[in-house]
């Protein structure tokens, strides 16, 4: 356990709508990352936020924003979707900003857009 | 739990022997590599790391080796166990460091046969 933790885990919707992915990340760390992992492609970076702020910033589709909250919370949502928008979503979490090595990934939310 | 993947080359060996998996990076810019392990179900998991100033870099049970005049790249995991089963993929980053120029390969599937 990697003391990330996600949720939902499974997320089915359909084409158009909404949804809200959660991370908690693990306790004392100020970072957290989200990255997408479709069938058969590699990993792929999102956004990145360090204690509230956007520290980082990757292949976001501008339908997708995410943010950091007070407690350290982070949430990705995700807003008129595409079947391709169909994935595993993982978060991670670090205690630095720059710690390559130490990024700490939670299980992943799998959503499916019908 | 999630399946990644479905479509990764697959490297099948006995429990006990050796493994090597390779990776080919293709941005000659590339100077700090990362080796992810990826058990079904869960996120990726650092492994191991190597910066383009070294060829080798030993940990437990595992060894990078980096080859920088061909861009590639190799893991190897001594006394393969089945707990080793996973997918395994690496990383390449480019200088800063920020992780929007991460990018990562799609894997490899290692099955590992009692």
């Known amino acids: 356990d990697s003391g990330v933790t996600q949720t939902p885990k499974h997320l089915i919707t359909a084409t158009g709508q909404r949804v809200t992915l959660r991370c908690s990340p693990r306790?004392?760390?100020?970072?957290v990352y989200w990255y997408q992992q479709s069938l058969d492609q590699g990993l792929q970076f999102l956004i990145q936020?360090?204690?509230?702020?956007?520290?980082a910033k990757g292949n976001i589709l501008e339908r997708f924003s995410a943010q950091q909250f007070p407690d350290l919370h982070s949430e990705l949502n995700l807003s008129s979707l595409e079947l391709g928008d169909s994935a595993l979503y993982f978060c991670a979490s670090s205690v630095a900003s720059y710690t390559y090595n130490e990024q700490f990934f939670g299980p992943g939310t799998r959503l499916t857009v019908l | 739990g999630e399946s990644v993947g479905l479509h990764l080359p697959t490297l099948s060996v006995q429990e006990g022997d050796n493994s090597i998996i390779n990776c080919a990076y293709s941005n000659s810019a590339s100077d700090y590599f990362i080796w992810y392990k990826q058990e079904s179900g869960k996120g990726p998991q650092f492994i191991i790391d190597?910066?383009?100033?070294?060829d080798k870099r030993q940990g437990q049970r595992v060894t990078v080796l980096l080859n920088k005049t061909v861009k590639h790249l190799s893991l190897q995991i001594a006394a393969t166990q089945p707990g080793d089963s996973a997918v395994y993929f690496c990383a390449e980053a480019t200088p800063p460091y920020n992780f929007n120029k991460f990018y990562f390969g799609s894997g490899t599937k290692l099955n590992v046969k009692p």
């Open positions: 190597i910066r383009s100033n070294m």
């Open positions: 936020y360090y204690n509230g702020e956007e520290r």
């Open positions: 306790s004392g760390d100020l970072s």
